[in-house]
């Protein structure tokens, strides 16, 4: 089994910064394309960055720019570097990955992270 483990979320006021991580952990996979999500209430679930194994990177609109995305292959880890924060981003984040395991392909979830982002 594979799972996703993330961290970082919390209260900050509009301005300030905040790093999220997510670590995948198991035996005998390899990830391919990694993201992250985000969920505001009464919304649906949206795109906030991707990359890909090779480093290719891709973000919504509403976050170029403030946001930056990067992983860790060594560590089965990425990150999400959320700088500038606006009480828009106030959301559940999920990290998203795209994982090869004997075999098969799947996507896997993790649990979710509150990021509050204040006036």
């Known amino acids: 089994q594979v799972q996703l483990v993330e961290s970082g979320g919390g209260l900050v006021q509009a301005g300030e910064s905040l790093r999220l991580s997510c670590a995948a952990s198991g035996r005998n996979f390899r990830i391919n394309n990694m993201g992250w999500y985000r969920q505001a209430p009464g919304k649906q679930r949206e795109l906030v960055a991707s990359i890909t194994s090779g480093g290719t990177t891709n973000y919504a609109d509403s976050v170029k720019g403030r946001f930056t995305i990067s992983r860790d292959n060594a560590k089965n880890t990425v990150y999400l570097q959320m700088n500038s924060l606006k009480p828009e981003d106030t959301a559940v984040y999920y990290c998203?990955?795209?994982?090869?395991?004997?075999?098969?392909?799947?996507?896997?979830w993790g649990q979710g992270t509150q990021v509050t982002v204040s006036s």
């Open positions: 998203n990955a795209y994982i090869t395991r004997g075999g098969w392909s799947l996507n896997y």
